[in-house]
């Protein structure tokens, strides 16, 4: 590549270089460094040139009006046969970090001591199979002998770098959560924590307080939980619409007029509830039968009894207790019926010697009630 006209007088020289990088260093065996071996091929007024020749390189980052990187490497007395040269050149491994770099020469004839002739353009640094060695290379050695990367090249490898499945289970250990990001897969999760929820169809223990506000389709208990609903007295009214009044001394409530249709009670509980038994609480020291009993009163129409029971009888002047079972149990649906609680006299009722203590029901619920 002619670039400036030789002359004899300025003896101007062409350069037509090969660029041939290679490592400084008589065997592999010895360890290698930033050096590298340039070779080019020099003509003088159009032959090939002989002798010996003074050569000074600089190194520059652009063609054209570049930045010099690093110093001026000046070698005199070159030897030059047949137009070959070959030197060894050394700017450090960190004038080399991947961008492109360019040669500057100048030269002159070993015997003179004037301006050195320089050459144009720059010639441009390729790589070759034989590539430099970096300094750093040594802090990889340590790595791959401990397993692990040196304190030198941590954070030096990005993510990207890495090929899919490169690293192993084994090689992942103390991760800081917040450097994972992205969404984690059920199946990466482990169970049998204490310290989540998980979803699953077993029962989990685990104990866990939530503030805030939150929301769920469903919450159901891992077994029914039981619950209670008690009716007073002060809850029962007469049916026929005569006055009632309560007891003093026992707290049971009964008609202060004559009343044949008896009193009734409202029964509210949630829905989904069931229920599994009833105690009737209540006094009759009469010569009457007193009927007791909750039923389910239909929306549309109708009524089914849950649970009945007669008095013995006269003469039982103490507070009487009476557990009725509910089986196989009622499934309370607030959307098609109410439940009542209603005592009822096989006469007329009108004075304190029957008194309705109050209703207490057993059910279970699976799930909060709501």
């Known amino acids: ?117 320089r050459m144009a353009p720059l ?42 499945g490169s690293v192993t289970d084994a090689k992942v250990a103390n991760v800081a959560g917040s450097k994972i990001t992205g969404t984690v897969p059920v199946a990466a999760i482990p169970g049998g924590s204490t310290n989540y929820i998980q979803n699953r169809t077993t029962q989990q223990t685990a104990n866990f307080s939530i503030s805030g506000i939150g929301t769920a389709s469903e919450f159901t208990y891992a077994t029914p939980q039981t619950a209670y609903y008690a009716v007073n007295e002060a809850a029962f009214t007469s049916r026929d619409g005569v006055s009632v009044s309560t007891s003093s001394g026992n707290g049971g409530v009964y008609p202060t007029t004559t009343s044949s249709l008896g009193l009734a009670a409202p029964i509210n509980l949630p829905h989904g509830a069931t229920v599994t038994n009833i105690r009737f609480i209540y006094i009759d020291n009469s010569t009457n039968t007193l009927t007791l009993f909750v039923h389910a009163h239909f929306m549309t129409g109708g009524y089914m009894n849950l649970a009945t029971h007669d008095s013995p009888g006269p003469a039982n002047p103490a507070v009487q207790t009476v557990d009725v079972p509910v089986s196989p149990g009622w499934v309370v649906d607030n959307q098609t019926a109410s439940l009542e609680a209603f005592a009822y006299p096989n006469a007329t009722w009108m004075n304190f010697s029957m008194q309705v203590r109050g209703v207490i029901l057993t059910y279970t619920m699976p799930r909060p009630a709501r």
Not at 97 to 114: H, K, Q, W
């Open 123 to 164: 010639q441009q640094i390729t790589p070759t199979p034989y590539a430099i060695r970096s300094e750093r290379a040594g802090t990889a050695d340590v790595a791959l002998n401990a397993n692990a990367l040196s304190a030198a090249c941590i954070g030096c490898v990005p993510g990207t770098a890495l090929a899919n």
């Open 1 to 117: 590549m002619t670039i400036l006209t030789p002359t004899r007088t300025t003896r101007l020289l062409f350069v037509a270089t090969v660029c041939l990088i290679a490592m400084a260093g008589p065997t592999a065996a010895v360890a290698q460094t930033s050096a590298f071996t340039y070779q080019g091929a020099l003509t003088d007024a159009g032959a090939v040139a002989n002798g010996r020749f003074d050569f000074e390189f600089r190194l520059f980052n652009a063609a054209t009006s570049g930045t010099q990187i690093g110093s001026t490497f000046f070698i005199d007395n070159v030897p030059v046969t047949n137009g070959i040269f070959s030197v060894v050149l050394d700017f450090g491994s960190g004038v080399f970090p991947g961008a492109n770099r360019f040669l500057e020469i100048a030269v002159r004839p070993g015997t003179n001591t004037g301006a050195l002739t």
